[in-house]
C-alpha cells in the first residue's frame, strides 16, 4: 500500500479542515432574539449550596446540592414574568436571597436535573446566570 506524500496529506488536511468550518459557520444557529434558559446556582449568601428537589416542597428527595460554581439550566425559556419560565408554586420555604434579604417564599422552577423525572430548586434562593 502506497502512502501519500507530505505535501498532498497537508492540502487534504487543509481542505478538510476548511470543508468543516464552513459547514459549521454556515449551519442555522438560534436566532439572537429567541430567550435563552439561565443558568442556575446557589448563591454566595446561603454558604454555596442550593438543593435540586424532587419536588416542589422542602420534604422532596434532595437530588444533588448545586454550589456557586456547579450550575444547572432552567427547563423553560424565560417569560415576561419569570426569568425561568412560569413557577410552580409548592411548599413554603425560607432562605436569603442573592441580595442579602430573608425571603418566605413558595414559588419553585424547574431545573434540568434529572430526566425524565421533574427537579426543582427554590427560585428565590437561586442565583441566575444567562
Not at 37 to 66: E, I, M, S
Not at 98 to 123: C, I, L, M, T
Amino acid at each position: 500500500m502506497s502512502r501519500l506524500p507530505k505535501s498532498l496529506l497537508g492540502k487534504v488536511s487543509v481542505l478538510l479542515f476548511g470543508a468543516v468550518m464552513t459547514i459549521l459557520l454556515w449551519s442555522p444557529s438560534a436566532s439572537a432574539d429567541a430567550p435563552v434558559a439561565p443558568l442556575v446556582h446557589a448563591n454566595a449568601v446561603n454558604g454555596c449550596k442550593l438543593n435540586v428537589r424532587g419536588g416542589t416542597t422542602t420534604t422532596a428527595p434532595t437530588l444533588v446540592t448545586l454550589t456557586c460554581a456547579n450550575y444547572t439550566s432552567c427547563t423553560r425559556a424565560p417569560v415576561e414574568q419569570a426569568p425561568c419560565g412560569p413557577f410552580e408554586t409548592g411548599g413554603e420555604y425560607t432562605c436569603v436571597a442573592p441580595d442579602g434579604k430573608a425571603v418566605k417564599d413558595n414559588r419553585w422552577v424547574e431545573v434540568e436535573w434529572r430526566a425524565p423525572q421533574k427537579s426543582y430548586v427554590a427560585f428565590s434562593c437561586a442565583s441566575l446566570r444567562n
